[in-house]
T-cell receptor, first 110, second 114 residues
Framework: GQSLEQPSEVTAVEGAIVQINCTYQ??????LSWYQQHDGGAPTFLSY????GLEETGRFSSFLSRSDSYGYLLLQELQMKDSASYFC???????????FGAGTTVTVRA | KAGVTQTPRYLIKTRGQQVTLSCSPI?????VSWYQQTPGQGLQFLFE???????NKGNFPGRFSGRQFSNSRSEMNVSTLELGDSALYLC?????????????FGDGTRLSIL
C-alpha cells in the first residue's frame, strides 16, 4: 500500500503564496493527484502529475519528483475562496488502489 | 451532464442496525469507489467496483460490503452498525480505465449512529 504525508494546517493572507508538500512511500504508482474539498462539500479534482515536473492550471500549480518521492501543490494569489482542505493522492500500479493523504486545511485571512 | 448522485444525504441509525447507501455515477463511468471520511481523517478507501466486479478493497471489516449493477449504479451496505461508523460516506466515479483518471465525487451521505 501507500503512505502519504502532508501538513495538517496552513494559514496565509489574501494574495500570498502557499505550498502544500506531499511525501509518499510507494513501490510504483501512476502519478500524483490533488483534490480540493470545501467544508461540507464534495472533493473536486484539481490537478494530476504523471511525469516529473511542474503542471500549471491558472493560479494553481503542482509538482512531482519521483526520485525524491515528493510533490507539492502551489496556490498563488490566494483568495478567500481558497480556504479549504487539500488532499494528495496516488494510485498503486499493482492493486490499482487510490490512497489519499490526511489532508491539509488551508485558511486564508483577510 | 449530471454529476454523481448519492442518496440519502443524511441518515440516522442506531447501533446494531444495518444501512444501505446508493450511488449513481456519471453517465458512461464504469468505475465506482467508496470512501469513509471522519473529522481529522483523510479519505479512507472502502472498495472499488468496475463493470459489476469488485476490483479492490480497503482495510475495513466484513460488515462493510458493496455491489454494482449493470447500469453502473452502486450500493454499499453496513451491517451491525457501531458508533464508530458515524462518518461521511463518499462515492466517486471515473471511467476506470487508462491509468489514472480523475475521481468525480458525490456530495456524500452523512451517517450518524446513535
Amino acid at each position: 500500500g501507500q503512505s502519504l504525508e502532508q501538513p495538517s494546517e496552513v494559514t496565509a493572507v489574501e494574495g500570498a503564496i502557499v505550498q502544500i508538500n506531499c511525501t509518499y512511500q510507494t513501490s510504483g504508482f501512476y502519478g500524483l493527484s490533488w483534490y480540493q474539498q470545501h467544508d461540507g462539500g464534495a472533493p473536486t479534482f484539481l490537478s494530476y502529475n504523471a511525469l516529473d515536473g511542474l503542471e500549471e492550471t491558472g493560479r494553481f500549480s503542482s509538482f512531482l519528483s519521483r526520485s525524491d518521492s515528493y510533490g507539492y501543490l502551489l496556490l498563488q494569489e490566494l483568495q478567500m475562496k481558497d480556504s479549504a482542505s487539500y488532499f494528495c493522492a496516488v494510485r498503486d500500479r499493482g492493486d490499482y488502489k487510490l490512497s489519499f493523504g490526511a489532508g491539509t486545511t488551508v485558511t486564508v485571512r483577510a | 451532464k449530471a454529476g454523481v448522485t448519492q442518496t440519502p444525504r443524511y441518515l440516522i441509525k442506531t447501533r446494531g442496525q444495518q444501512v444501505t447507501l446508493s450511488c449513481s455515477p456519471i453517465s458512461g463511468h464504469r468505475s465506482v469507489s467508496w470512501y469513509q471520511q471522519t473529522p481529522g481523517q483523510g479519505l479512507q478507501f472502502l472498495f472499488e467496483y468496475f463493470s459489476e466486479t469488485q476490483r479492490n478493497k480497503g482495510n475495513f471489516p466484513g460488515r462493510f460490503s458493496g455491489r454494482q449493477f449493470s447500469n453502473s449504479r452502486s450500493e454499499m451496505n453496513v451491517s451491525t452498525l457501531e458508533l464508530g461508523d458515524s462518518a461521511l460516506y463518499l462515492c466517486a466515479s471515473s471511467t476506470g480505465t487508462g491509468g489514472e483518471q480523475p475521481q468525480h465525487f458525490g456530495d456524500g451521505t452523512r451517517l450518524s449512529i446513535l
